[in-house]
């Protein structure tokens, strides 16, 4: 029932095509990490056009304990071999803040799902309406900023 309305209703956030940009064109690893069932995400992820763009799929139900606990998070920077300190999260739901949170990774809310006092109360370091924000634009041009030095 889900990926057949999935089919019919799914579309991206608005943004989300400039941001695979930003982060394909540096050479950045990447992973879906969900608690949704596989066949539900690899369904979203192609109906988005983005099979090719992650590298690995991380479901909640593979790991010991699924979000809100960091487990997903975890094994997501070991199949990446990536340190915390070169990773961030996006997140939608308070369960996946939660999650990135307490991986230790800078975790970014997507007031996509859920009302902004739902997410501030998971702790986000960054709080957006979606990847147009111009919030996140300042952070990603001050990152790309400190690169150059």
Request: glycine share 6%; with cysteine; charged share 30%.
């Amino acid at each position: 029932m889900f990926r057949r309305i999935a089919k019919e209703k799914v579309e991206a956030v608005k943004g989300l095509y400039k941001v695979t940009k930003w982060i394909e064109d540096r050479g950045l690893k990447r992973a879906a990490v969900t608690n949704a069932p596989r066949e539900n995400a690899e369904l979203m992820i192609s109906l988005l056009g983005l099979s090719d763009f992650f590298q690995a799929v991380i479901i909640g139900s593979d790991c010991e304990r699924a979000k809100p606990f960091p487990d997903p998070y975890l094994k997501a920077l070991e199949v990446l071999k990536v340190s915390k300190e070169h990773t961030c999260v996006f997140e939608d739901s308070a369960s996946g803040i939660r999650a990135g949170v307490a991986a230790g990774l800078p975790t970014v809310g997507l007031m996509t799902r859920n009302p902004a006092e739902v997410l501030m109360e998971a702790k986000p370091a960054l709080l957006i309406t979606d990847y147009e924000d111009p919030k996140l634009w300042s952070v990603l041009d001050e990152l790309d900023r400190k690169a150059k030095v």
